[in-house]
């Protein structure tokens, strides 16, 4: 099939142009299934935590989680308002154009990937090819208003880590050579055995944004819990390369991060291929490249609230390494019921 044929997938239903909004808030393509008898375990087919993402000054330590879906719907809003704003207007019927949508577009960029999930290696592939580069290719076209192909332009890019400690499975870097953002990927058994039982949504509807989950920082590497040992992971990677955002992700399911202070994460809700991963993937990018002002996203975030009443609470020294299952959303109770 050459491009010419593929030229009509593109035409809008009213004729005449496009926007780059229209092609990446697509819903993503399956993913392949992964390969009946490979385990889920996050010790097969992808890193786990080592002795030195333990070793963290008790000060630097990631202390509370806040789960907060709002604030993160927020800035996937303020990334569509950029592109109706500065997105440049894509004609189907230019080869330039066409040329630049085959870079974005989940019909082109999934081309000849792996069939089949043998390990985290085949989610690195259709993460980076399919979501990762092309919302390089949207941020890029923004940064310098053109959608002309450049052959000198190297930044914004994606690297592999350049250090021995705390290695992410990429880092995007800006024009400035800085480290924005880390991205560590998952399979999707891994991912979803992770956070099968902390995907919690509040169990009032008028529990206050804001309230955290308290986080215990773990003495060792032998942990049985595999949200701690992903949590400690994202921190350390976002500690060692001086990032506020951070991306985690099976291509079936991306949670973005965004670190405020010494030891506060905010963490989304699970965004599925239905919420198009690569339209979620470029507003994470937008924000740390600066395309969104990030005092703007700062300004949507909620107050922390650590008020978990005393009840039921352990001791500091009682807890389990991770997320305390005693401050959840769910065990949240209105004043009025305590």
Request: some cysteine; aromatic content about 10%; hydrophobic content about 40%.
């Amino acid at each position: 099939m050459t491009l010419a044929d593929r030229v009509p997938r593109y035409l809008p239903i009213s004729g005449g142009p496009i926007s780059v909004l229209d092609i990446i808030r697509r819903i993503a393509p399956i993913l392949p299934s992964q390969v009946p008898g490979v385990s889920g375990n996050l010790s097969t087919g992808t890193r786990g935590p080592t002795k030195t993402d333990t070793r963290l000054a008790i000060g630097l330590q990631l202390k509370y989680v806040v789960f907060d879906y709002q604030c993160f719907d927020d800035l996937i809003a303020m990334a569509k308002e950029k592109l109706e704003l500065d997105g440049l207007p894509l004609d189907p019927t230019s080869i330039p154009h066409q040329r630049w949508m085959c870079k974005v577009d989940y019909a082109e960029t999934t081309m000849f990937l792996p069939q089949e999930v043998h390990s985290e290696n085949d989610i690195v592939s259709w993460s980076f090819s399919s979501v990762v580069r092309p919302a390089l290719v949207v941020a890029a076209h923004l940064l310098d208003k053109s959608l002309a192909p450049s052959f000198t332009a190297t930044y914004p890019n994606l690297t592999s880590s350049n250090g021995p400690k705390h290695i992410p499975d990429g880092i995007i870097w800006d024009e400035e050579r800085l480290a924005v953002l880390t991205i560590e990927l998952k399979t999707p058994a891994a991912l979803e055995e992770a956070f099968s039982d902390t995907e919690i949504l509040p169990a009032w509807i008028n529990m206050p944004r804001g309230r955290a989950m308290r986080f215990t920082w773990p003495e060792s590497i032998n942990m049985h819990d595999k949200d701690c040992r992903i949590l400690v992971q994202i921190w350390q990677q976002m500690r060692e390369y001086n990032v506020d955002c951070a991306i985690l992700s099976s291509f079936e399911a991306t949670y973005l991060f965004f670190k405020q202070g010494d030891d506060t994460l905010f963490m989304s809700k699970k965004y599925e291929r239905i919420h198009s991963p690569l339209l979620v993937t470029f507003a994470h990018i937008a924000l740390s490249l600066g395309l969104i002002e990030k005092q703007k996203f700062i300004e949507k975030l909620p107050e922390v609230s650590k008020n978990w009443g005393s009840r039921g609470l352990w001791t500091s020294e009682d807890r389990p390494p991770g997320l305390d299952p005693k401050t959840y959303p769910i065990t949240y109770r209105p004043m009025w019921l305590k």
